[in-house]
């Protein structure tokens, strides 16, 4: 028996040092009986960071790993993020936008809401009837008190974080608390023995490196994933038109400036910019179609958009190239973060895949080298679907929009850039609201069926209930939207302003359990 009890992970930045993270923390108790974790990072390539929006599984992965919340504000730059809100991704007019809020809706799992609400015939939204959080973001609220304990909410929440600080604070704790090795090493090549397995790599600094299980998080370069064992990547780029970023970190006015706390995704010509706020800046950047727009056309759509504040501020350049490997683990490699693929991050779907990818190695880590295979199979069914599913949630936005202004918003509604998969299930949202078990009882589900709703509502999209069916369970929905009322209220009320809280939690710290 060929045991695994040498994983090398091969590469930094977020997906290294989370993927190091959360197999170390799993794997404890057999460092005793010789099971190692050894990350090679190069000193000479710089971190790109996959965004500063992430998902509220965030919480639970930091808590299994052992990392303090308060800790996490006082080094990352952090914020909290209760959701996303779009703004003229609908028509375009100014009055344009709608919540996809983290928040389940009220008593979500005993009674489907959407069908009570499309027969309301008041003018209040879908996110306002069934969650206190639009309001809670709109107030600009936190979405705990500084007495709630570490990871515990009031309103569910993620974060958003400096991204750079974040994989330096994981790298710490990491290697301090957790026992990883960290090498500081320029990997040269992978050396593949007769059976199509990597051996080790080869580095300049560090000599040759083996292992039984290699983790390729080289980004976008996948040396191993890609370079070395071959594996193709899958384009999606006709469904996901945007291919490139401009970023830039934009200052505050001043030291009480509001700090938004959600995402503010606004639709430009070609694309849309993200706004993220964090305690010391805001990042904003601009995602688009290069065959759509210029990048001189883009940044001027940027800049008007940050205003007076873009100054001369400079711009970062990204690619993105929207996509994802044919499959994730081959042989003894498997692929997380960029080496798996990117798409855009409009639901900031990066840092999430990592973590899944990271928990799932960690779960089902083989117990040997004569399992391995049987474990990857099942690894790369559940990760290409989960792709899919976020590709799909992804091109709904944008197969959603009414807008007929430009070319772009124009050939994202052509049926030939709508997966087959989606297409059917728009074709059923048409009589029938998404529901739980319906189109959603995977265990690999990455989006429930309430963030269907949100966005299809939002935008406007209306089921034809059929007569008598928003009649079923009446008085379980009326109780449910009155207690979302009385639940919106308290939370006004009692919730803190954004600001405050994180400044609260940098000088006295969160209550631990």
């Known amino acids: 028996m060929r045991e695994i009890k040498?994983?090398?992970?091969?590469?930094?930045?977020?997906?290294?040092?989370?993927?190091?993270?959360?197999?170390?923390?799993?794997?404890?108790?057999?460092?005793?009986?010789?099971?190692?974790?050894?990350?090679i990072e190069s000193p000479n390539i710089p971190i790109i960071?996959?965004?500063?929006?992430?998902?509220?599984?965030?919480?639970?992965?930091?808590?299994?790993?052992?990392?303090?919340?308060?800790?996490?504000?006082?080094?990352?730059d952090a914020s909290f993020k209760q959701g996303a809100r779009f703004n003229r991704w609908t028509t375009g007019a100014p009055d344009d936008g709608y919540y996809h809020p983290l928040m389940l809706p009220q008593n979500f799992g005993q009674v489907n809401l959407a069908p009570h609400w499309l027969e309301t015939p008041d003018d209040t939204s879908f996110c306002d009837a069934v969650t206190p959080q639009g309001r809670v973001c709109d107030a600009g609220l936190g979405p705990k008190t500084i007495a709630t304990p570490e990871y515990e909410a009031v309103a569910n929440y993620a974060y958003h974080l400096d991204a750079g600080k974040f994989s330096g604070f994981l790298q710490r704790h990491c290697c301090d608390v957790l026992g990883v090795r960290h090498v500081l090493a320029d990997v040269t090549e992978a050396v593949v023995d007769e059976s199509g397995d990597i051996a080790m790599v080869r580095t300049e600094q560090a000599g040759d490196i083996a292992g039984d299980l290699f983790v390729d998080c080289t980004g976008f370069a996948a040396l191993l994933i890609g370079r070395t064992l071959g594996v193709p990547f899958k384009s999606c780029a006709d469904t996901l038109f945007c291919d490139t970023a401009l970023a830039i970190q934009v200052p505050y006015p001043d030291d009480e400036a509001p700090i938004a706390s959600h995402t503010i995704s606004t639709a430009q010509s070609a694309g849309w910019t993200w706004d993220i706020g964090l305690p010391t800046r805001r990042g904003v950047g601009h995602v688009f179609s290069s065959s759509h727009i210029s990048v001189d056309e883009a940044e001027r759509e940027l800049r008007a958009y940050i205003g007076d504040a873009a100054g001369d501020l400079p711009v970062r350049k990204l690619s993105i190239k929207a996509g994802h490997r044919e499959i994730f683990w081959k042989n003894n490699t498997v692929a997380v973060g960029l080496a798996a693929?990117?798409?855009e991050p409009l639901e900031a779907s990066a840092i999430v895949l990592i973590e899944l990818s990271a928990k799932l190695i960690a779960d089902q880590l083989p117990a040997c080298r004569e399992v391995m295979d049987v474990v990857a199979r099942r690894f790369n069914e559940t990760t290409l679907y989960r792709w899919g599913r976020i590709i799909d949630f992804l091109k709904l936005h944008y197969a959603l929009t009414q807008r007929t202004d430009t070319d772009f918003w124009r050939d994202n509604v052509r049926p030939?850039?709508?997966?087959?998969?989606?297409?059917?299930?728009?074709?059923?949202?048409?009589?029938?609201?998404?529901?739980?078990?319906?189109?959603?009882?995977?265990?690999e589900e990455v989006f429930p069926a309430a963030s269907y709703q949100y966005v299809l509502y939002g935008m406007g999209h209306r089921t034809h209930v059929p007569p008598g069916v928003a009649e079923t369970d009446v008085r379980a929905a009326d109780r449910a939207i009155r207690e979302n009322r009385v639940q919106t209220e308290r939370l006004m009320a009692g919730l803190p302003r954004h600001r405050d809280l994180i400044r609260k939690i940098t000088e006295y710290g969160l209550p631990t359990i």
């Open 6 to 39: 040498h994983i090398v992970i091969v590469g930094g930045g977020t997906a290294g040092w989370l993927t190091a993270g959360v197999i170390a923390a799993k794997h404890q108790a057999r460092r005793a009986h010789g099971f190692t974790v050894t990350l």
């Open 49 to 76: 960071g996959v965004g500063e929006g992430t998902w509220p599984t965030l919480r639970n992965t930091l808590r299994r790993i052992g990392i303090s919340e308060t800790e996490l504000f006082r080094q990352c």
């Open 341 to 343: 693929g990117f798409l």
């Open 416 to 443: 030939e850039s709508i997966p087959d998969r989606l297409q059917g299930l728009m074709e059923l949202w048409r009589y029938h609201a998404p529901w739980m078990l319906d189109e959603f009882d995977r265990a």
